[in-house]
């Protein structure tokens, strides 16, 4: 089992790496325009484990961490924070980072990239493109 800080965009996140490879998100902290937001994950809605306006990056972990919010998750009660900030996962690594995620798209799913508006065919080829047209029947009935 592993604990340890994973660089995000806009942050960092607490990780907590299961023996069957499996990880859970624990905890978080991320820059603001006036400081840093800290979040220590729990089961249920707990208000006091979130605070905003920290100076520092390092005085948000400690909140954070000072939790221990692995304890709900699995985690080893002796369990001690990796010392090195992980780097922010690539697609190379076979995971998608939460922000590189297409927003509205379910978790595991990917979306076609589209560039540009889409192209009606060429005369004599076959259309993929669908008009949608509203029903109407049921308008000017009352």
Same mark, same amino acid.
């Given at each position: 089992?592993?604990?340890?800080?994973?660089?995000?965009?806009?942050?960092?996140?607490?990780?907590?790496?299961?023996?069957?490879?499996?990880e859970v998100e624990?905890?978080?902290?991320?820059?603001?325009?006036?400081?840093?937001?800290?979040?220590?994950?729990?089961?249920?809605?707990?208000? %006091?484990? +979130? #605070?905003?306006?920290? =100076?520092?990056?390092?005085?948000?972990?400690?909140?954070? /961490?000072?939790?221990?919010?692995?304890?709900?998750?699995?985690?080893?009660?002796?369990?001690?924070?990796?010392?090195?900030?992980?780097?922010?996962?690539?697609?190379?690594?076979?995971?998608?980072?939460?922000?590189?995620?297409?927003?509205?798209?379910?978790? %595991?799913? +990917? #979306?076609?990239?589209? =560039?540009?508006p889409v192209q009606?065919?060429?005369?004599? /080829?076959?259309?993929?493109?669908?008009?949608?047209?509203?029903?109407?029947?049921?308008?000017?009935?009352?």
């Open positions: 089992m592993k604990l340890y800080w994973q660089e995000r965009r806009m942050g960092q996140r607490l990780i907590l790496a299961l023996y069957d490879e499996s624990v905890g978080a902290v991320r820059k603001t325009p006036r400081g840093f937001d800290a979040l220590a994950k729990t089961n249920t809605y707990d208000p %006091g484990r +979130a #605070q905003k306006g920290f =100076e520092t990056i390092e005085e948000a972990k400690f909140f954070v /961490e000072s939790f221990h919010p692995w304890d709900l998750f699995g985690g080893d009660l002796d369990l001690e924070v990796e010392p090195e900030v992980r780097p922010l996962p690539t697609e190379d690594d076979g995971q998608a980072s939460d922000e590189s995620s297409q927003a509205g798209a379910p978790a %595991g799913t +990917a #979306q076609p990239a589209v =560039e540009g009606p065919a060429a005369s004599g /080829e076959p259309s993929l493109q669908t008009e949608v047209v509203p029903d109407q029947s049921a308008e000017g009935e009352a």
